[in-house]
């Protein structure tokens, strides 16, 4: 809000005025991470196999509901360390940068790159998310 003086009124503010206020996006996605608990709950479209780093595989059959808990996934201490605490510029890519930018990836336990969508699902995920997110 470059055109803002402090002691003067807020302007209207516009979606490119919000839109630069990365930090502020950073505070708000940590609020909602500490807070949100919803679940994702998905139909198994066809039967698969996943095999898992540690060897173990698990068989999904067509049909099957698979759930994926986002209060889990946000309190993981191999996603997101020190979970239980408020870390304001957690979502940021570097907090000390001029022009930061929102984290695309997230790293777990094993090094291994997660995609944001991954890491962070208060709103569920796929083409079924809430509608709610845009509010």
């Given at each position: 809000l470059?055109?803002?003086?402090?002691?003067?009124?807020?302007p209207p503010l516009t979606?490119?005025?919000?839109?630069e206020q990365v930090r502020m996006e950073s505070c708000i996605q940590e609020a909602i991470r500490l807070s949100a608990s919803a679940m994702t709950v998905r139909k198994v479209l066809k039967s698969t196999t996943l095999r898992f780093t540690d060897g173990n595989t698990w068989t999904l059959r067509q049909g099957d509901m698979v759930v994926i808990p986002g209060a889990y996934v946000h309190a993981n201490p191999d996603i997101h360390p020190n979970p239980e605490e408020f870390v304001w510029d957690r979502f940021l890519?570097?907090?000390?940068?001029e022009t930061p930018r929102l984290k695309a990836t997230f790293t777990n336990g094993e090094g291994k790159k997660l995609s944001r969508n991954l890491a962070f699902i208060?709103?569920?995920g796929g083409v079924s998310m809430c509608p709610g997110r845009f509010f």
């Open positions: 470059d055109h803002w003086e402090p002691g003067n009124p807020l979606k490119s005025d919000l839109e890519e570097d907090g000390k940068s208060p709103f569920g």
